[in-house]
C-alpha cells in the first residue's frame, strides 16, 4: 500500500487555509476580537499546517519496504 496520509490532509488544510486567509484579508471587520483579525490568523496558520504536512510527504519515504 503506497498511500500516504500527509497528502490528503495537507491538501484540506492547504485549501482551508488559503480559503480563510483571503477572506481575513477581503472581510478585515468580519470577525475581530480584540482587534485582530482571527479569520486571517487561522487562515495563515492551517495554511503553514498545510504545507508542512505537503512537504513532509514530498520528502518522505520514496522506496516503501518490500513486502
Given amino acids: ?3 500516504d496520509i500527509r497528502w490528503p490532509i495537507g491538501l484540506m488544510f492547504t485549501l482551508i487555509g488559503v480559503l480563510l486567509t483571503v477572506f481575513g484579508f477581503v472581510k478585515k471587520a468580519a470577525s475581530t476580537s480584540l482587534d485582530i483579525n482571527i479569520n486571517l490568523v487561522w487562515g495563515i496558520l492551517l495554511l503553514v499546517f498545510g504545507v508542512g504536512m505537503l512537504l513532509g510527504a514530498i520528502s518522505g519515504r520514496k522506496n516503501p ?3
Fill in 65 to 67: 519496504p518490500a513486502a
Fill in 1 to 3: 500500500m503506497g498511500l
